[in-house]
């Protein structure tokens, strides 16, 4: 059986996640009804990433086995024609080998998080930005992250719900700018790893939003994260401004550099 590789843009604010659930709508149960449309063994649809519910994604990569060869571009139209109305699209598809797994072949994910300050409502990014009613500190948020760069013990900045074997990641990178927006100032998160516990980002980006703030020094990141408790975290922050923006693997599925 031929597989393809999907690259998937979507809105997560009608999901409950990307995980296919029964009673509740999801990202990878709204792909394998338009997959079973085409292929009426009703192919599982695989990703890189379990997003929550309302997470968005610009760049999610999934992986599906169809019982015939399809034309990559044909493939990916009959999906998008089968996913209407909902807010998900398939922007890229490509054949891969047997041995490509969304998940597992990754070695790469990248996450972003915009936070908006501000006190009035947000109308236009509304759903995709956090709002904050109090101006924050960029320089204060950026050494507070500094100390979560590297390999730790994240159980800390982790759900208590997370399926993960262990609490120890890598966390390659954590960037943190100010972008211009009109009536307000917007922080843009950059945070990039092999993987991501539950909750991971919104935690971190919960409890660097407190430093901002001024409620913590940047030093009680580094105690919080010592401390390996998860009563020690800041607040989680909403999953509004969150996206799963790329995932990276040792080659190009789509053979366009940038595009995994």
Same mark, same amino acid.
């Given at each position: 059986m031929p597989r393809y590789a999907l690259k998937i843009e979507y809105d997560g604010r009608p999901f409950s996640g990307w995980q296919r659930q029964a009673d509740h709508p999801s990202v990878q149960g709204a792909l394998e009804a338009a997959a079973a @449309?085409?292929?009426?063994s009703g192919p599982a649809v695989n990703g890189a990433g379990r997003t929550d519910a309302g997470v968005h994604a610009d760049g999610q990569v999934a992986h599906l086995d169809m019982a015939r060869v399809w034309d990559p571009e044909r493939l990916r139209e009959a999906l998008?024609?089968?996913?209407r109305p909902h807010p998900v699209a398939v922007v890229a598809a490509a054949e891969v080998s047997d041995e490509f797994h969304a998940r597992f072949s990754a070695i790469l994910r990248e996450y972003r998080f915009c936070i908006v300050s @501000? @006190?009035?409502p947000l109308v236009r990014d509304a759903g995709f930005a956090w709002r904050v009613n109090r101006p924050l500190d960029l320089e204060a948020m950026r050494a507070g992250a500094r100390h979560l760069v590297g390999r730790h013990d994240f159980t800390t900045f982790r759900?208590?719900?997370c399926q993960a074997d262990s609490p120890l990641k890598t966390l390659d990178i954590i960037e943190i700018d100010e972008v211009p927006y009109p009536a #307000?100032?917007?922080f843009r998160f950059r945070l990039e790893a092999r993987s991501f516990l539950h909750n991971q980002v919104r935690s971190i980006v919960g409890t660097l939003e407190r430093v901002g703030a #001024?409620?913590?020094p940047p030093a009680r990141v580094a105690e919080a994260l010592e401390a390996r408790n998860r009563a020690a975290c800041g607040p989680v922050c909403p999953p509004d401004g969150l996206s799963l923006v790329s995932v990276g693997y040792p080659e190009d599925p789509f053979g366009i550099a940038g595009n995994a």
């Amino acid at each position: 059986m031929p597989r393809y590789a999907l690259k998937i843009e979507y809105d997560g604010r009608p999901f409950s996640g990307w995980q296919r659930q029964a009673d509740h709508p999801s990202v990878q149960g709204a792909l394998e009804a338009a997959a079973a @449309r085409l292929d009426p063994s009703g192919p599982a649809v695989n990703g890189a990433g379990r997003t929550d519910a309302g997470v968005h994604a610009d760049g999610q990569v999934a992986h599906l086995d169809m019982a015939r060869v399809w034309d990559p571009e044909r493939l990916r139209e009959a999906l998008n024609a089968h996913l209407r109305p909902h807010p998900v699209a398939v922007v890229a598809a490509a054949e891969v080998s047997d041995e490509f797994h969304a998940r597992f072949s990754a070695i790469l994910r990248e996450y972003r998080f915009c936070i908006v300050s @501000r @006190r009035a409502p947000l109308v236009r990014d509304a759903g995709f930005a956090w709002r904050v009613n109090r101006p924050l500190d960029l320089e204060a948020m950026r050494a507070g992250a500094r100390h979560l760069v590297g390999r730790h013990d994240f159980t800390t900045f982790r759900s208590t719900m997370c399926q993960a074997d262990s609490p120890l990641k890598t966390l390659d990178i954590i960037e943190i700018d100010e972008v211009p927006y009109p009536a #307000g100032q917007a922080f843009r998160f950059r945070l990039e790893a092999r993987s991501f516990l539950h909750n991971q980002v919104r935690s971190i980006v919960g409890t660097l939003e407190r430093v901002g703030a #001024g409620a913590w020094p940047p030093a009680r990141v580094a105690e919080a994260l010592e401390a390996r408790n998860r009563a020690a975290c800041g607040p989680v922050c909403p999953p509004d401004g969150l996206s799963l923006v790329s995932v990276g693997y040792p080659e190009d599925p789509f053979g366009i550099a940038g595009n995994a």
